[in-house]
């Protein structure tokens, strides 16, 4: 992150200041979710998370001290010493990115990576700070995703940062992650919400949760989302692809 400060021997003169985010990993390999998926990019993920989902598959990101703290010259570092021709997409992911905007808007400036955030859209306003972003994946929340914690305002927020994206003209594609408990009620109610609140249009995602095996009458499951969908949005279904592959 970047902080504003006055250097103390050169009165009126103001320096940056690197402020530390909490890294996860830094790695390589085939993004394997959305509409990116089979594309090689470097991933940065954050530790800390705003949300407590019950299907995340990524449970030690959840805690910021989790995270190695690093500066983001110390990232950009990393960046480089993996970066490969066929690379050319910095995804940020976590944990939720979206809590680190400003380290977010300096790497962004340091580099000539596309920039792809994984976000859930919650935090509406650390999105709207984000300097320069070329598209966005935005998970859409479900009731059964957090455990009775659930509330209405996560999709109004949701929502929201959809809007603001839509009129910055920031490409930006959403993500259902359905359970083997999901109902068609449920999606129905969201994808009603999403029709009459959003400013614009967008695609949707549908992305069964893995691993398979663990659902019943997955296809008929899947057909009905699709049909619900696909009244108002171009759907797709797409699994975890990495999960197949058997890769990182």
């Given amino acids: 992150m970047k902080e504003l400060v006055r250097e103390p021997c050169l009165p009126g003169k103001w320096i940056m200041k690197n402020i530390d985010a909490p890294i996860i990993e830094i790695f390589s390999t085939f993004q394997g ?4 998926i089979g594309q090689r990019q470097i991933f940065v993920r954050f530790a800390g998370c705003n949300l407590n989902c019950s299907y995340c598959d990524t449970n030690n990101s959840k805690s910021i001290k989790s995270g190695k703290m690093m500066s983001v010259d110390d990232v950009l570092a990393e960046i480089d010493k993996i970066k490969t021709p066929d690379c050319d997409t910095l995804s940020f992911t976590g944990g ?14 340091k580099t000539n990576l596309k920039i792809l955030l994984e976000s859930n859209g919650t935090l509406p306003d650390n999105i709207d700070s984000m300097e320069r972003l070329d598209i ?16 209405e305002r996560f999709l109004d927020n949701e929502i929201q940062s959809l809007n603001l994206l839509i009129e910055k003209s920031i490409p ?35 992305q069964p949760s893995s691993p398979i095996e ?19 949005f171009d ?14």
């Fill in 214 to 232: 663990k659902w019943k009458n997955l296809n008929s499951k899947l057909f009905k989302f699709s049909e619900i969908i696909g009244k108002d």
């Fill in 136 to 151: 966005v994946s935005m998970d859409i929340k479900l009731p059964e995703h957090l455990d009775g914690q659930y509330s």
């Fill in 33 to 36: 979710e959305g509409s990116f």
């Fill in 172 to 206: 930006v594609y959403c993500k259902i992650v359905v359970l083997p408990t999901t109902e068609t009620n449920t999606i129905k109610k969201v994808i009603e919400k999403l029709k009459d609140k959003t400013v614009g249009d967008f695609k949707i995602i549908i």
């Fill in 96 to 109: 939720e990115p979206s809590l680190y905007p400003e380290f977010i808007n300096q790497l962004a400036s």
């Fill in 235 to 248: 759907v797709y279904v797409i699994p975890q692809m990495h999960k197949i592959l058997n890769i990182r």
